[in-house]
């Protein structure tokens, strides 16, 4: 219904679903390249066409104030920020606009998501990938049997509790990321045995671990049984989600679709970005 596509694009479907890797694009990377490659040709730029990019890559709308007032929030002292709100309101694109505040800022900061199948602690077994490569420092050595737990590739893991591997994964962040960021997305989705781990490190003293910026539903924010300073995500005003759709169309909605949108997202971009599609 969007119109026709650029010539080749189901050509490049095919060799995305090929059987024969051979066929396939060789990386992620190559395959995005061929894409804006598609998508980049001067036919298909500065016409209606351009409308189902602009859908799928819909921009940060009507956050301004918040993204402010979390700036100022992570510039003090706080162990803790959680952005706070109802599925859909945009949470996640906030957060990647604050990460690259911090990147930009020069501060070292790691993402988490939590494991789809609720895996306990395989989002710090992803993280401790990251932060320690292939050898571990001298200083961390004595913790080696501990990690292995979560890191088989550092030896034979040795059972000991849940406080010794906390501890060793405290060591590993006050190395590694000394005063920066842990960024936290959905972090009611998190297994139970992660949040353990959240709220011990919320507990420790010393301003050599980094401090956590996370997200999470209303809903469950006050169940998790951590404390910081928490600012609430809201629903989009009417002007500020007509200006979401404004960018995204390419343009003003008539004045009857515009209602019917205002009426039937009630505030959530989500919400109205899938009713526009």
Not at 55 to 67: F, I, K, S
Not at 77 to 85: F, M, Q, S, T
Not at 166 to 190: C, E, H, N, P, S
């Amino acid at each position: 219904p969007l119109g026709p596509l650029p010539e080749g694009t189901a050509a490049w479907l095919q060799s995305l679903l090929s059987k024969d890797p051979a066929d396939r694009p060789a990386s992620a990377a190559q395959a995005l390249q061929q894409w804006r490659g598609l998508f980049s040709s001067g036919a298909y730029l500065h016409s209606e066409k351009e409308l189902v990019l602009c859908l799928l890559t819909a921009p940060l709308t009507g956050r301004e104030q918040l993204l402010t007032q979390t700036r100022a929030a992570l510039a003090q002292k706080n162990r803790l920020v959680c952005l706070i709100g109802a599925g859909g309101l945009g949470k996640s694109k906030i957060l990647e606009s604050l990460e690259r505040h911090l990147r930009e800022s020069k501060r070292i900061c790691h993402r988490m998501r939590p494991s789809g199948g609720q895996t306990p602690f395989e989002p710090w077994a992803r993280l401790l990938n990251q932060l320690l490569g292939k050898t571990l420092p001298a200083s961390l050595q004595a913790s080696a049997p501990v990690l292995a737990g979560l890191l088989p590739r550092l030896g034979e893991a040795r059972g000991g509790n849940r406080l010794e591997l906390f501890l060793a994964v405290a060591r590993v962040l006050r190395l590694t990321m000394a005063k920066g960021w842990l960024l936290l997305d959905d972090l009611d989705q998190f297994a139970e045995e992660d949040l353990e781990l959240v709220r011990f490190l919320l507990s420790q003293s010393g301003a050599d671990l980094p401090r956590l910026l996370c997200t999470a539903d209303t809903r469950s924010w006050w169940s998790l049984g951590v404390s910081g300073t928490v600012l609430p995500v809201e629903p989009l005003g009417d002007s500020d989600m007509l200006a979401l759709a404004g960018t995204s169309m390419g343009g003003r909605l008539e004045p009857e679709l515009a209602q019917c949108l205002l009426q039937e997202s009630a505030g959530n971009p989500l919400v109205a970005l899938e009713l526009l599609k």
